[in-house]
């Protein structure tokens, strides 16, 4: 299995479908929100979003990990911007994403239900602003997260078992 980055806004569900899915095939996980330098959660939290220059290191870390894990592995990372995507493929040329797609509304919703995460619900709209989708020459698939995590997951499945290539 080639490595697979779960992305998407905060809330959309990256954790807890990457967790599943990396179950489901049987591969290592990796959250990318754990690689964040401490800065990072700092400013996070105090409700300012990240820019380039601080995702830029924490991109690095996030494609290490995909190239060590070339054989299957699965990471949860936001990847909001096609150039993020593109400094990961830089290092890890053979990641396929899964974009998880939700309406502002679902994910709001979502991320209110969420107790204790760093994130303040008050980043959500800069996520959505900042969200590239992806574009038709990058390798990967979109799910629409309202519908359970074990329908994503074999969502994904179903997807990639009609895909050789997977
Ligand atoms: N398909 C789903 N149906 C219902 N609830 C879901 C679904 N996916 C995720 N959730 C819930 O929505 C919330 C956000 O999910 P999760 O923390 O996995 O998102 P995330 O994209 O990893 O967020 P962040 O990037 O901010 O860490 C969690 O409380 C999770 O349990
Ligand atoms: O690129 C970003 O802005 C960050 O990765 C955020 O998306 C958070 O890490 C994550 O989603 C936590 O809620």
């Known amino acids: ?65 995909l190239a060590v894990h070339e054989d299957g592995g699965v990471m949860s990372c936001s990847a909001l911007k096609r150039k993020y995507r593109d400094q990961i493929r830089g290092v890890a040329p053979n990641v396929r994403f899964l974009l998880l797609h939700g309406t502002p509304e679902v994910i709001a919703a979502r991320q209110a239900a969420r107790p204790g995460h760093f994130m303040p619900a ?22 629409d997260v309202d ?5 994503i997951v074999q969502g994904y499945v179903d997807l990639m078992s009609r895909n050789e290539d997977r």
């Open 1 to 65: 299995m080639r490595p697979l980055v779960v992305m998407g806004v905060s809330g959309s569900g990256k954790s807890t479908v990457g967790a599943a899915l990396a179950q489901r095939l049987r591969v290592p996980f990796e959250d990318a929100d754990d690689l964040h330098p401490s800065a990072n959660i700092a400013k996070m939290s105090r409700g300012e979003p990240l820019d380039d220059h601080d995702r830029f290191p924490w991109l690095a870390l996030v494609g290490e990990w």
């Open 122 to 143: 008050s980043l959500l709209s800069s996520q959505f602003a900042t969200l590239e989708p992806l574009e038709p020459d990058e390798d990967g698939v979109v799910l």
């Open 147 to 151: 519908q359970s995590v074990d329908a």
